[in-house]
């Protein structure tokens, strides 16, 4: 596969859904703008039968959040609704760029985004048997929770996975799913998580089992190729120590090194079934909950914040590029 198409999706409408039950901090529609805007910087237009780029409007999708719409029912009712109708926009266009038989390549954005993309792709691609391997310091596999006497469906970026396991004739097993870089807790959350995946059947890696990426990366692939007719890379990038990733809503510490993450996707990009990835969670922290609940802690000045945010988008870059270097070609995408 010699063509990709990079679609940028400022959408972050799942940890919005979080906060207004009191976690999470929004930024990370601002981080797919900011990925976006240096991949454009970086090199000159390629011919867009190789190489195409779209932002994809989804700002209107992201509900304005204020100290009175927390914990508001009708608030999470809203972004629910308008979460399905963003994630409806994302898989169509999922759809057809797999259908071009083009490489997916999606910037977000929330790690909600992974859901809409990844069941696009699939489609696109008649619906085979799906691997996905995902690099990320949290499992994203909790319950799909509801809210309130209504039960409120709560979409978060914390559930993609769940999502996409339970869907109905899902192309995606637990078989066939890996996850790496999990920074272990003991809260009880994790602990139900954990059992979740073992029970599913999931690979799983941790930060620490992460030492050589190459041979870890041959491993996993053993683990799932053979079940899988093609495979989705996901990169949340809270998967690296928040030294080197400071703007992300929920930073891992410890965490991976920027040189361990670039190995293993570089050594995932050269399979020649994978044929979609994204890079998800790049924030610049612009919201968090816990101020409007007036509980004492308080961002960072906003200088600190954008200085987080390039460090993080510039990590993110780095992803892409790697990527996308090994799957269309070092001549046109330079060193
Ligand atoms: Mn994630």
Redesign the pocket.
């Known amino acids: 596969m010699r063509s990709a198409t990079v679609l940028c999706c400022p959408f972050e409408g799942g940890i919005r859904a979080m906060m207004v039950l009191r976690r999470g901090i929004a930024g990370a529609a601002e981080g797919a703008r900011t990925v976006f805007q240096l991949f454009e910087q970086s090199r000159p237009p390629l011919p867009p039968d190789r190489l195409e780029k779209q932002i994809l409007p989804l700002e209107k999708y992201n509900l304005p959040l204020s100290k009175e719409t927390f914990g508001s029912e009708k608030l999470l009712q809203q972004q629910l609704a308008a979460t399905r109708r963003a994630h409806r926009i994302m898989e169509e266009k999922a759809i057809d760029i797999a259908q071009q038989q083009r490489l997916m390549v999606g910037i977000g954005g929330?790690?909600s985004i992974?859901y809409p993309l990844a069941k696009g792709v699939a489609k696109g691609w008649g619906n085979a048997p799906f691997g996905l391997i995902?690099l990320?310091?949290?499992?994203?596999l909790r319950p799909i929770e509801t809210y309130g006497p209504k039960n409120i469906q709560v979409i978060s970026?914390?559930n993609?996975f769940r999502r996409l396991l339970e869907e109905p004739s899902s192309p995606f097993c637990g078989a066939r799913l890996a996850a790496i870089g999990i920074s272990p807790s003991p809260s009880p959350i994790f602990t139900q998580m954990y059992k979740y995946a073992r029970q599913k059947g999931m690979t799983i890696y941790l930060h620490s089992d992460v030492q050589d990426s190459s041979s870890l990366a041959e491993t996993v692939l053993s683990q799932i190729e053979p079940s899988s007719r093609y495979i989705y890379l996901?990169v949340?990038i809270?998967?690296l120590d928040e030294s080197f990733a400071p703007g992300v809503s929920?930073p891992a510490n410890p965490g991976l090194h920027p040189q361990q993450l670039l190995a293993l996707v570089k050594h995932f990009a050269r399979h020649p079934k994978v044929v979609a990835m994204d890079v998800?969670?790049t924030s610049a922290r612009t919201l968090a909950w816990f101020e409007w609940q007036n509980e004492g802690r308080s961002l960072e000045p906003e200088q600190v914040r954008q200085k987080a945010l390039l460090q993080t988008a510039k990590a993110s870059l780095e992803v892409l590029e790697t990527f996308l270097r090994e799957k269309i070609g070092e001549e046109i995408l330079g060193p």
Do not use: L, Q
């Not at 990320?136 to 994203?140: E, L, Q, S, T, V």
């Open positions: 929330d790690h992974t995902y990320d310091a949290h499992f994203d970026s914390g993609s996901s949340d809270d998967c929920s998800v969670e």
